[in-house]
């Protein structure tokens, strides 16, 4: 089995050393939410690209797990993102709400991993945040019948030109990950990385470490 990639360099060899500050669970805020708008914030202030990307991980009606980055746009009761309802995320959440998702800031040494439900958020959050993109941002989640087979770039292109931006269509909205578990990660030294787990237990949230 080889290890090398195309230009020859060594995957297995590649190697970074963590050496932020430490994590306690006893210095976390009791809500996760509190807790991640604290680090989301603090990356977002960071001068990193792009910070609010967020994996997102869906399994579809038969079965099939998949993955992908989506942009977390509020942080209000969980991560928001926004989607068409008909993509393949969307028919999979509709058919298992359950998902998961990661936020890495590589840079910062930090992760933070999601488990819970996707929740639509309501047509008024909908409707106040497309209201906010750019006109071809707009155009283009009224024409794109995202994750579906099309002929060509030109056929997709004609139905931008033609698509409305002035409303909301109704295939295009928001989802909020509610987490019924929160773990943060902080890079160490030696891999000794430390990992914090809030879990739901009824309405409170269980603080753990876990190990590295």
Same mark, same amino acid.
């Given at each position: 089995?080889?290890?090398?990639?195309?230009?020859?360099?060594?995957?297995? #060899?590649?190697?970074?050393?963590?050496?932020?500050?430490?994590? =306690?669970?006893?210095?976390?805020?009791?809500?996760?939410?509190?807790?991640?708008?604290?680090?989301?914030?603090?990356?977002?202030?960071?001068?990193?690209?792009?910070?609010?990307?967020?994996?997102?991980?869906?399994?579809?009606?038969?079965?099939?797990?998949?993955?992908?980055?989506?942009?977390?746009?509020?942080?209000?009761?969980?991560?928001?993102?926004?989607?068409?309802?008909?993509?393949?995320?969307?028919?999979?959440?509709?058919?298992?709400?359950?998902?998961?998702?990661?936020?890495?800031?590589?840079?910062?040494?930090?992760?933070?991993?999601?488990?819970?439900?996707?929740?639509?958020?309501?047509?008024?959050?909908?409707?106040? $945040?497309?209201?906010?993109?750019?006109?071809?941002?707009?155009?283009?989640?009224?024409?794109?019948?995202?994750?579906?087979?099309?002929?060509?770039? #030109?056929?997709?292109?004609?139905?931008?030109?033609?698509?409305?931006?002035?409303?909301?269509?109704?295939?295009?909205?928001? $989802?909020?990950?509610?987490?019924?578990?929160?773990?943060?990660?902080?890079?160490?030294?030696?891999?000794?990385?430390?990992?914090?787990? $809030?879990?739901?237990?009824?309405?409170?949230?269980?603080? =753990?470490?876990?190990?590295?």
């Amino acid at each position: 089995m080889t290890t090398t990639g195309a230009g020859g360099r060594d995957p297995g #060899a590649t190697r970074v050393e963590y050496h932020r500050g430490g994590l =306690e669970p006893e210095d976390l805020p009791t809500d996760p939410l509190m807790a991640f708008a604290v680090w989301f914030d603090e990356a977002m202030g960071s001068g990193l690209a792009e910070p609010n990307v967020m994996h997102l991980a869906t399994v579809d009606p038969d079965g099939t797990p998949s993955v992908r980055a989506v942009l977390i746009k509020a942080v209000d009761g969980g991560p928001v993102f926004f989607t068409n309802h008909a993509s393949r995320k969307g028919l999979a959440i509709a058919a298992d709400p359950r998902v998961a998702g990661v936020v890495l800031w590589q840079p910062l040494h930090r992760q933070v991993r999601f488990e819970g439900q996707a929740v639509r958020v309501t047509d008024g959050e909908s409707d106040a $945040y497309f209201a906010t993109r750019p006109e071809g941002a707009r155009r283009g989640a009224v024409a794109s019948p995202q994750s579906s087979v099309i002929p060509d770039r #030109a056929w997709l292109e004609a139905r931008v030109a033609e698509a409305d931006p002035s409303t909301r269509p109704g295939h295009w909205g928001g $989802y909020r990950l509610v987490p019924s578990v929160v773990e943060f990660w902080q890079g160490r030294v030696d891999r000794l990385h430390d990992r914090v787990r $809030y879990r739901r237990d009824g309405a409170e949230w269980v603080r =753990e470490r876990l190990a590295p």
